[in-house]
């Protein structure tokens, strides 16, 4: 957990700040914790670092750009040492990926005093504010935890609609569809994902979304459905390649949406017992998504790297990796024989 004496910290960097700047994940769980921030201190400037992005550049860039005194990092996983050692302002890192080691940076992890809790950063977000819980479900709940304690006292709890498991909620309830709106008008151009948040921000209740009863409700829940009728495209597509291996692998162009996620969140709901892997095809890389509920997917990963052009890494069921599209093939025969062997190992201890 994050202890009382580090909310305090983080606390005091938040209120004596002049000009924060925050630095955010382009998914739900990063979107939200800056959403929690900002409805409370409306002096925050936000930029969402989206994966494939050359980070180090972005970081420096609006870093020159907005000239902060105090920055914060939400929800990723990774910060260089170059990075840190070349700003001269207190960072805040608050993340829940595995803990790295990282010297000059405030560095905020559940997992560095206990290796098994996890809890995304929009739940310590809103312990911090205590405020708009509904934003924080999506965040948290889209990030595979249920708090009950939370939703024990959630204004509008119909929304979960009488569900406690947390894949029921994402794909039977309207919070569920709120997850995939706050993920889906991350999608496109930057100045238009910059307008979404903006309009998202001002949005005070989840049914002025969900019953469209204003123009910024209607403007976002048209912008779901637009990106949502892609994505639906893309899943049908991927359910043509469901077979009895135990790998379902779906590959598709580059179309300027990035989707892999979520497709590969609801092909493993979908079908459970498949190794789900999801590449979208770059110019010079691969971007995957691989989803499990029964495979452990970072040593996986890391070990079918070895020897290749490529990075990866994120949480036990839910990874990203990028990989050289020369070494592709490469990459997906050796996880093959790596399940492979995970599957002798298993036999013979049985």
């Known amino acids: 957990m994050i202890k009382e004496e580090e909310f305090k910290e983080i606390k005091y960097y938040l209120e004596k700040a002049e000009n924060p700047l925050v630095f955010f994940d382009d998914d739900h769980d990063g979107l939200t914790s800056y ?11 936000g930029v969402i670092v989206k994966g494939g992005m050359k980070e ?24 260089s040492q170059e990075l840190i050692d070349s700003t001269n302002v207190p960072i805040i890192w608050i993340d829940h ?5 990282r010297k000059g940076v ?5 997992r560095k005093n206990d290796k098994d809790d996890s809890r995304p950063v929009s739940y310590w977000c809103y312990q ?16 595979y935890h249920y708090p ?37 008008i991350l999608k496109g151009r930057t100045t ?17 979304i969900l019953d469209q009863k204003n123009s910024k409700g209607k403007f976002l829940f048209n912008y779901y ?32 949406l990035s989707l892999s996620a979520s497709v590969s969140e609801e092909l493993k709901y979908l079908h459970p017992d498949k190794l789900v892997i999801v590449a979208r095809q770059k110019e010079d890389y691969m971007a995957i998504s691989l989803r499990s509920n029964d495979i452990i997917l970072p040593p996986l990963v890391k070990k079918s790297l070895e020897g290749l052009d490529g990075y990866g890494g994120g949480h036990d069921r839910a990874v990203g990796a990028s990989v050289n599209r020369n070494d592709f093939m490469k990459f997906i025969n050796n996880i093959r024989e790596y399940v492979k062997e995970q599957k002798r190992l298993l036999f013979q201890k049985s």
């Open 35 to 45: 959403m929690l921030l900002k409805k409370n201190y409306e002096k925050i400037n």
């Open 56 to 79: 180090e550049e972005i970081y420096n860039r609006k870093i020159d750009e907005y000239k902060p005194d105090v920055i914060f990092v939400l929800d990723r996983a990774e910060i």
């Open 97 to 101: 990926h595995p803990v790295l080691d």
């Open 106 to 110: 405030k560095y905020f992890n559940p």
């Open 128 to 143: 911090l504010v205590k405020n708009n819980l509904w934003i924080g479900l999506v965040g948290i709940i889209g990030d």
């Open 148 to 184: 009950k304690e939370l939703v024990e006292n959630f204004e509008y709890k119909e929304l979960l609609n009488d569900h406690e498991r947390i894949e029921d909620i994402l794909y039977d309830s309207k919070l569920g569809l709120l997850v995939r709106l706050f993920n889906f």
């Open 192 to 208: 238009q994902v910059r307008k979404n948040i903006n309009i998202l921000l001002s949005i005070e209740n989840p049914y002025d």
């Open 225 to 256: 459905k637009k990106v949502n009728k892609e994505y639906k495209i893309l899943l049908n597509k991927a359910e043509k390649n469901v077979s009895d291996d135990k790998i379902l692998l779906f590959v598709y162009p580059d179309n300027k």
